[in-house]
């Protein structure tokens, strides 16, 4: 470098020690700022263009217009071109006369002309390709002006030194040049306007472009990009809309919807478990490289300070060194720590965005998947473990990602720390060492067995939340049985196992804990102890102890992480196997039903079919030969039990095909036998993702008779229709279903048994106007599972099945002249059916016309608004809800107004439903609480906790902090000792006060750790057992108002987070509160200087945490409130499943899966962001306190030893860690004690009466008559509603059996429901035996009735515990129950017995066998009074002839009351009640009802029986 700069004119050396460094004054020579600092931006910009250049290429974004900016830009870098080239000529003007510059001065500024020439045209081509700031350009002049400040300052001091300017020339060219250069940079910082031919991609509503940032995880972003819908698909009818356009836009662009969850199943063979992790990293591994690159530079930075301190601290040492030196070590710890933050929290920013897709990627494939499982993998894995699998297990991969980088990270960093201490302090280092490698297998010990607990506990908390699903969907069942005790004590149960292994996991934890704290303390103990006892003649100074205290709190950092590394990819290996298995489970086989080919004329065919629900079982079907010609209407008929719903659902493709084959021509519509509904408005359950086409909307809902029903609901077409269609009737909602099957113009139809749940002349229309020869499917291709033998006659033909075979086929005519077993059938069930049937049918087709349109006026007239028929459920909100929503009048004046906002206090603000709806919506949105989290809810955790536990965690933690300080100061004591001889004297002394004081704070921390272990248990224990007993003593109409998943959320997810994560959280935020302050303390001491920037930058800091915790607590609860749907709207498929398939709506209901997920993203990405905003702004602040740590000590050097600048200075470095964990662990525990708030919150509802009143029980073996009175009873569903059943009075007297009969909502079930207090009386009373029921506890009542209710609901477990769930009967009782219920035969087949294994829902039993188990349970508990609500619309007439028979002979002496929808089965009772719009019309025996031809007259008609 002399060579070019040292001859000719101006020449100089290149380097100068006495010039630069050993100075009070420094500067670089001539030459150096000529060739170094000049050519630096011209370097970076040469070396950036190619990636630069290589990136603009596959960017291209439309170009911008030239704009002024533009102009000026260029314009500034042609001058700069100009100047360069200025200097090279003036260089040239010298040469050619005869004063010859050094070569340097014609080498840069041709160097930097080129280079500017460059930024110019640079600056055009981004314009060009649409870029509107530049990020390259802005560093190139940021850095242009950077290395000209040192020439600024060093011209300006040598014109001042020599009184004149040596080269007047290039002076002034310089300052030309600067001021340009400061230009360009100052204009950099604006950006240009939009670029042309480009779509904006601006979001009116504010979101993050999320889905698209993620690769597109949800359909929400269609092919092109665009931004997302406004204010996201929140109602379920955007999600509709959403699926639809995200469809269609896949559609038109020729792809399927593509999301992180196809990439994962695509192509996976089904013979072995397939590697779900390589599918993930093949998936997601480019942007697990750029993060591993960010990872890598931080690391490596994070080793430059330790350098820093032992230069500062020489520099403390050596009297005689300039003051800028110091000045210098300051600013460049500074420079290096603002580095490694803005590095780390890149970096971290696409780690966290990475384990978010992860999360995404697992939600979408384990809902893709759980459309296509067969039912035996659905019997395996029950609804609630596959939802453990999205919210636990995605939630496991989603925090494990962070972690990842830490298997090459940590031992890089080991390895680095490892080498420089050895630098500081030779071999003595490997003691040390040799101590953590020793401590290595203990970890692995300690880590192993937490896994083992943590699959223990993960079973345990699978069938507990499967235990509180079924009981959250048979609740009614619990209560109408009272057998709430029984499943309370069963939950609590597994729950005390699973806190045993919480308590021992937790006692686990501490003993790790105390490793982990001790460790790195240990490891510094034995390296030091060893270094002074190795040779007397090591000296401990401040610079081997500190650097090497500050390289030792570095190797704490990857020696911590790596024990949570181990138990979290422990933790997570689990829910890989778990994910796995479940991906790798059997799928449906789509080719399984034949689609393309059949033989012409017909449209179903079977030939040779034989079927199983599992491969492990018998089949189920077997040996079927079915043709369907197209077009016609098929009736299939045959026992309970004998395979009729299995039928459909081989058509299907449910089941799994043993042999044979079968063909199906057309779209297909599938009504099944149990209606499925979803939560949302009416018409789109109609509508089922097709287009609304208002005519055929129309003739779908008159066809089906709903029109009347739309007029009586408070929204018509847009009621909200509750969690599996809770606010409508039975009927209701099969006639939902049929209008479905109906309005999506099928091809073929497969029916269900819809007939059943409807009444009889509703059924009759439904037959006439849908299903019949002259119905709206005449033409079509009709296959309808029927009990109703009337409508028989009018079908193409019948199929009979019986035991899984068809036993005839044929005609009716045919059939009944075969004089077959149908035709017996028949002959007993319908005498004379066929001749005369036609023949009234003849006659009375005219009265029946006109008399139908009545009849169905007044059958949904007679509906309440605010309920129908079945369950107590309004649309208007629940009381729960007020404080969300002004009172609204039912009425529904003011619908879709805005509610006036209340003032709130700031406690108690909640998200206002501005425009609530409140008449059509059921389903409330789940309330948000906003503001602080209350104190109370810490107040609460902490008495669960225990406050005397709490008190000693605090003090432990305090005493902790003072033995780490007293650590240090003695250390920095003993550096400043005198060495005598090259010697220091007391060494032992020293080192075993220091080792004491280690092991001190040691055992402090862990006995905290263990009284939190202790206080945890007890908080989750008390916690769980409050919302559990809060829950089963919920009333019916919480259950009716609140969406299962809403409350299955609280057990699962909130109870999880008070289980796992509070208790480490608050250990966490107390650790890091007591470093801060150390710290503080520690500092303060030794530079009490550093006294005055406390405050401002206390405040600063304190800034950003009030602003950030708002902002982070608002999100999380945004987030956990936007999660529920998810979880919601993935029961509702998987209970749906089969319907989905059947319509062919998979797809679009993925698209709605992804909607739900993507607006919960919309939550969890800003969640992430504002991290990232956090961690840069409190690690500025901590960056600050080192700083001036720094800065203090060299002002005040005189004053200070190097001990106490090695001590303040390392304590700095290690605040920023500090301080941000603080803000974070303080935030986390206000996002997660938000759980303690909801779980609270469902714990103090309102709850029924009480079981049992102690002072009021009724006399043993009441009821002895089984009188029923009712006096004047009125009852309405909730205070200021109307009354359901008005001024009923009516008495019943002991042994009489009473048939209930009336349009859908003239009060029938309510009044069933009255009888046992599931509603209470508006006013009146109801005595039982001239007891007041009102009197008494709900068990003493309940557990005295007997009711068979209208869906029949059973538990999974054996069928002993479904028969007699608290152990009272003896297994002969039982045996006669299932004999006398016609079970006998079908259980004593089934190897295990009455110890028989009924699936979730009883989903292994047909609808028939679950009603005749309930029977059974009534025969057991064989009480006075018999309440029987529909119970015989699922059954064939054999059964229900038996089951009627069993009724008569075994109830003989009890009082029956029976809702009837079959009038012949109540015929033969004493009497008749009809009820209509909640009051009674008629009372009185059959015979005389008919004789007065009134109501029950034209029931009867209707029913051929008058």
């Known amino acids: 470098m002399d060579a070019l700069c040292g001859s000719g004119e101006l020449g100089s050396k290149f380097w100068d020690s006495n010039l630069s460094v050993h100075t009070d004054n420094p500067d670089f020579t001539p030459c150096f700022q000529n060739s170094v600092l000049a050519w630096v931006p011209c370097i970076y910009l040469w070396a950036a263009l190619p990636c630069y250049l290589f990136c603009l290429q596959h960017r291209h974004q439309g170009y911008i217009v030239l704009s002024r900016l533009s102009r000026l830009k260029t314009a500034l870098g042609v001058l700069l071109w100009c100047v360069s080239w200025t200097d090279l000529f003036y260089s040239f003007h010298g040469l050619v006369h005869g004063w010859a510059p050094a070569p340097i001065f014609f080498v840069t500024p041709l160097v930097v002309g080129v280079t500017m020439l460059l930024a110019t045209l640079l600056i055009q081509y981004e314009r060009l390709h649409g870029v509107r700031s530049s990020g390259v350009l802005i560093i190139f002049w940021f850095l242009c002006v950077v290395c000209g400040i040192i020439p600024f300052r060093s011209k300006i001091l040598s014109a001042l030194a020599q009184g004149k300017i040596s080269d007047p020339f290039r002076f002034t060219t310089f300052y030309i040049y600067f001021a340009l250069v400061l230009s360009a940079l100052i204009l950099s910082c604006f950006r240009e306007k939009p670029p042309f031919f480009s779509p904006k991609n601006i979001d009116p509503v504010g979101h993050p472009r999320l889905p698209a940032a993620l690769g597109g995880v949800g359909p929400l972003v269609p092919e092109q990009g665009g931004p997302l819908p406004h204010g996201g698909a929140e109602a379920a009818g955007g999600e509709e809309e959403a699926a639809r356009a995200g469809s269609a836009a896949a559609e038109a662009s020729g792809k399927r919807l593509s999301s992180e969850g196809e990439v994962l199943l695509g192509g996976r063979p089904q013979a072995r478990e397939p590697p779900f992790l390589r599918a993930l990293m093949a998936t997601f591994g480019s942007s697990f490289l750029l993060s591993t690159c960010f990872k890598l530079i931080q690391d490596l930075l994070s080793f430059i300070n330790p350098q820093l301190l032992s230069v500062l601290i020489r520099f403390i040492s050596n009297p005689t060194a300039p003051t800028w030196w110091g000045f210098l070590v300051a600013g460049l710890m500074f420079v290096c720590s603002v580095m490694q933050t803005l590095i780390l929290h890149q970096y971290y920013h696409c780690i966290f965005v990475m384990g978010l897709r992860f999360r995404t990627g697992i939600i979408g494939v384990i809902y893709r998947k759980a459309l296509v499982i067969t039912n035996s993998v659905k019997r395996e894995s029950t609804v609630g473990e596959i939802v453990n699998l999205m919210s636990v297990d995605a939630q496991r991969f989603m925090d494990v990602v962070p972690f990842i980088n830490l298997l090459w990270s940590a031992p890089l960093q080991i390895i680095l720390a490892v080498y420089f201490l050895w630098q500081n302090l030779g071999p003595s280092v490997l003691a040390g060492v040799a101590l953590m490698v020793l401590l290595i297998p203990l970890n692995g010990a300690v880590a192993v067995k937490m896994r083992a607990f943590q699959v223990e506990q993960m079973k345990f908390k699978d069938s507990r939340i499967k235990l509180m699903s079924e009981i959250l969907g048979g609740i009614k069942v619990l209560k109408l049985y009272a057998w709430e005790p029984s499943f309370l004590k069963q939950v609590e149960d597994i729950r005390q196992d699973e806190l045993r292994l919480m308590r021992q996991a937790a006692y686990l934890h501490a003993t790790s804990t105390f490793i982990w704290i001790c460790t790195p303390f240990l490891v510094t103990l034995t390296t030091l102890g060893m270094y002074v006892s190795v040779d007397k003649n090591n000296v401990l100074d401040a610079e081997k102890a500190f650097v090497s205290v500050s390289l030792f709190n570095i190797l704490k950092i990857p020696l911590n992480m790596l024990p949570q590394l181990i138990s979290n990819l422990a933790q997570t290996s689990v829910s890989l196997k778990r994910i796995q298995h479940f991906l790798s489970q059997d799928e449906l086989d789509s080719q399984c039903v034949e689609r393309k080919t059949i033989t012409p004329g017909y449209t179903v065919t079977i030939h040779n079919g034989t079927f199983t629900w599992s491969q492990n079982l018998p089949p189920t079907l077997h040996s079927l030969d079915i043709q369907v010609p197209k077009g016609a209407l098929v009736a299939v008929v045959g026992p309970v039990g004998c395979g009729k719903s299995s039928l459909l659902s081989a058509l299907l493709g449910e089941m799994e095909k043993l042999e044979g084959k079968v063909y199906m021509k057309g779209s297909v519509a599938y009504v099944p036998q149990q209606a499925w509904i979803q939560n949302c408005t009416l018409q789109e359950n109609v509508l089922f993702g097709q287009a609304l086409d208002p005519k055929r909307y129309r003739q779908a809902l008159e066809a089906c008779a709903l029109l009347a029903d739309l007029e009586v609901l408070p929204g018509g077409g847009k009621t909200e229709i509750g969690e599996k269609g809770i606010n409508l009737s039975g009927g209701q909602r099969q006639r939902v279903s049929l209008a479905r099957a109906v309005y999506s113009d099928a091809d073929i139809f497969l029916l269900d048994d819809p007939l059943s749940a409807v009444d009889s002349h509703v059924a009759k229309h439904i037959f006439d106007q849908v299903i019949g020869p002259e119905g709206v499917l005449a033409g079509k291709t009709r296959v309808l599972v029927t009990h109703g033998i009337s409508f028989l006659p009018q079908t193409d033909f019948v199929i009979v099945l019986a035991d899984g075979q068809v036993s005839e086929i044929g005609t009716y005519a045919a059939l009944l002249q075969r004089n077959g077993s149908f035709a017996n059938f028949l002959r007993n069930y319908a005498p004379g059916e066929g001749k005369e049937h036609q023949e009234a049918d003849s006659r009375t087709a005219l009265e029946d016309k006109e008399d139908e349109e009545v009849l169905l006026i007044e059958d949904t007239l007679s509906n309440h608004t605010d309920l129908t028929d079945n369950e107590p459920v309004t649309y208007e909100v629940q009381k729960h809800f007020m404080r969300q929503l002004s009172a609204m009048s039912l009425e529904g004046e003011g619908q879709g107004r805005p509610v006036p906002r209340r003032r709130l206090g700031a406690a108690e603000k909640v998200v206002q439903a501005t425009e609530a709806k409140a008449s059509h919506v059921l389903t409330q949105e789940e309330k948000v609480e906003m503001g602080t989290v209350k104190l109370s809810v810490f107040w609460d955790y902490a008495r669960a906790v225990g406050l005397c536990a709490t008190l000693v965690i605090c003090l432990l933690h305090g005493g902790q902090?003072?033995?780490?300080?007293?650590?240090?100061?003695?250390?920095?004591?003993?550096?400043?000792?005198?060495?005598?001889?090259?010697?220091?004297?007391?060494?032992?002394?020293?080192?075993?006060?220091?080792?004491?004081?280690?092991?001190?704070?040691?055992?402090?921390?862990?006995?905290?750790?263990?009284?939190?272990?202790?206080?945890?248990?007890?908080?989750?224990?008390?916690?769980?057992?409050?919302?559990?007993?809060?829950?089963?003593?919920?009333?019916?109409?919480?259950?009716?108002?609140?969406?299962?998943?809403?409350?299955?959320?609280?057990?699962?997810?909130?109870?999880?987070?008070?289980?796992?994560?509070?208790?480490?959280?608050?250990?966490?935020?107390?650790?890091?509160?007591?470093?801060?302050?150390?710290?503080?303390?520690?500092?303060?001491?030794?530079?009490?200087?550093?006294?005055?920037?406390?405050?401002?930058?206390?405040?600063?800091?304190?800034?950003?945490?009030?602003?950030?915790?708002?902002?982070?607590?608002?999100?999380?609860?945004?987030?956990?409130?936007?999660?529920?749907?998810?979880?919601?709207?993935?029961?509702?498929?998987?209970?749906?499943?089969?319907?989905?398939?059947?319509?062919?709506?998979?797809?679009?209901?993925?698209?709605?899966?992804?909607?739900?997920?993507?607006?919960?993203?919309?939550?969890?990405?800003?969640?992430?962001?504002?991290?990232?905003?956090?961690?840069?702004?409190?690690?500025?602040?901590?960056?600050?306190?080192?700083?001036?740590?720094?800065?203090?000590?060299?002002?005040?050097?005189?004053?200070?030893?190097?001990?106490?600048?090695?001590?303040?200075?390392?304590?700095?470095?290690?605040?920023?860690?500090?301080?941000?964990?603080?803000?974070?662990?303080?935030?986390?525990?206000?996002?997660?004690?938000?759980?303690?708030?909801?779980?609270?919150?469902?714990?103090?509802?309102?709850?029924?009466?009480?079981?049992?009143?102690?002072?009021?029980?009724?006399?043993?073996?009441?009821?002895?008559?089984?009188?029923?009175?009712?006096?004047?009873?009125?009852?309405?569903?909730?205070?200021?509603?109307?009354?359901?059943?008005?001024?009923?009075?009516?008495?019943?007297?002991?042994?009489?059996?009473?048939?209930?009969?009336?349009?859908?909502?003239?009060?029938?079930?309510?009044?069933?429901?009255?009888?046992?207090?599931?509603?209470?009386?508006?006013?009146?009373?109801?005595?039982?035996?001239?007891?007041?029921?009102?009197?008494?506890?709900?068990?003493?009542?309940?557990?005295?009735?007997?009711?068979?209710?209208?869906?029949?609901?059973?538990?999974?477990?054996?069928?002993?515990?479904?028969?007699?769930?608290?152990?009272?009967?003896?297994?002969?009782?039982?045996?006669?129950?299932?004999?006398?219920?016609?079970?006998?035969?079908?259980?004593?087949?089934?190897?295990?017995?009455?110890?028989?294994?009924?699936?979730?829902?009883?989903?292994?039993?047909?609808?028939?066998?679950?009603?005749?188990?309930?029977?059974?349970?009534?025969?057991?508990?064989?009480?006075?009074?018999?309440?029987?609500?529909?119970?015989?619309?699922?059954?064939?007439?054999?059964?229900?002839?038996?089951?009627?028979?069993?009724?008569?002979?075994?109830?003989?002496?009890?009082?029956?009351?029976?809702?009837?929808?079959?009038?012949?089965?109540?015929?033969?009772?004493?009497?008749?009640?009809?009820?209509?719009?909640?009051?009674?019309?008629?009372?009185?025996?059959?015979?005389?009802?008919?004789?007065?031809?009134?109501?029950?007259?034209?029931?009867?008609?209707?029913?051929?029986?008058?």
């Not at 945004?1118 to 319509?1143: C, K, Q």
């Not at 470095?1213 to 662990?1225: E, K």
Request: charged share 20%; aromatic share 8%; hydrophobic share 45%.
């Open 961 to 1506: 902090s003072a033995a780490a300080i007293g650590a240090n100061v003695w250390l920095s004591a003993w550096t400043g000792e005198a060495v005598v001889n090259g010697q220091q004297n007391n060494t032992s002394q020293r080192l075993g006060v220091y080792a004491a004081l280690g092991i001190l704070q040691g055992l402090l921390v862990m006995l905290s750790a263990v009284t939190m272990a202790v206080g945890g248990v007890q908080a989750a224990r008390l916690l769980h057992q409050a919302l559990l007993h809060n829950k089963m003593r919920s009333p019916q109409s919480f259950f009716d108002t609140t969406p299962s998943g809403r409350i299955l959320n609280r057990f699962s997810k909130d109870i999880c987070i008070i289980d796992e994560v509070l208790a480490p959280t608050i250990l966490m935020l107390l650790n890091s509160f007591y470093n801060s302050i150390s710290t503080l303390v520690v500092i303060v001491a030794s530079t009490p200087l550093f006294a005055v920037v406390i405050l401002p930058l206390a405040v600063l800091y304190l800034f950003v945490q009030r602003l950030y915790v708002a902002t982070s607590r608002q999100l999380k609860r945004l987030e956990s409130v936007s999660r529920s749907p998810i979880y919601s709207h993935f029961l509702e498929t998987v209970t749906g499943s089969s319907v989905i398939r059947a319509y062919g709506r998979s797809q679009d209901f993925e698209a709605i899966s992804d909607a739900k997920v993507d607006t919960n993203q919309r939550s969890c990405y800003p969640y992430i962001a504002s991290n990232r905003w956090l961690g840069v702004r409190v690690e500025f602040v901590g960056n600050c306190v080192v700083l001036f740590t720094a800065l203090f000590a060299v002002i005040g050097r005189s004053s200070l030893s190097p001990g106490l600048v090695g001590l303040s200075v390392s304590y700095a470095l290690q605040v920023t860690l500090a301080l941000n964990w603080m803000i974070r662990t303080i935030s986390d525990l206000e996002s997660n004690i938000v759980a303690v708030e909801r779980v609270k919150e469902y714990s103090k509802t309102e709850t029924e009466a009480p079981w049992v009143v102690e002072g009021s029980r009724p006399p043993a073996g009441w009821p002895l008559q089984g009188e029923v009175e009712f006096r004047n009873y009125s009852v309405r569903y909730r205070p200021g509603l109307e009354l359901v059943l008005k001024d009923l009075s009516l008495q019943v007297r002991g042994g009489e059996k009473v048939g209930i009969v009336g349009r859908t909502g003239a009060g029938k079930s309510s009044m069933t429901l009255c009888l046992f207090r599931i509603l209470e009386a508006a006013e009146g009373d109801i005595l039982i035996d001239g007891l007041n029921v009102a009197d008494i506890g709900l068990h003493d009542l309940r557990s005295q009735l007997t009711i068979i209710p209208q869906d029949p609901i059973l538990f999974s477990g054996t069928l002993r515990m479904n028969l007699d769930p608290f152990g009272n009967y003896s297994e002969e009782d039982m045996w006669r129950a299932l004999e006398l219920s016609h079970l006998h035969t079908f259980v004593s087949s089934q190897p295990a017995g009455l110890d028989f294994q009924c699936s979730e829902g009883g989903e292994n039993l047909s609808v028939g066998q679950r009603q005749l188990v309930c029977l059974a349970r009534a025969l057991l508990r064989k009480s006075r009074i018999l309440v029987l609500d529909e119970a015989t619309a699922a059954i064939d007439l054999e059964t229900d002839d038996l089951i009627q028979a069993t009724i008569h002979t075994q109830f003989e002496t009890c009082t029956v009351l029976t809702i009837a929808h079959r009038l012949n089965t109540i015929m033969d009772y004493t009497r008749v009640l009809v009820l209509d719009k909640g009051t009674i019309a008629e009372f009185d025996s059959p015979t005389n009802l008919i004789a007065a031809r009134g109501i029950f007259y034209g029931m009867a008609r209707d029913a051929g029986l008058a």
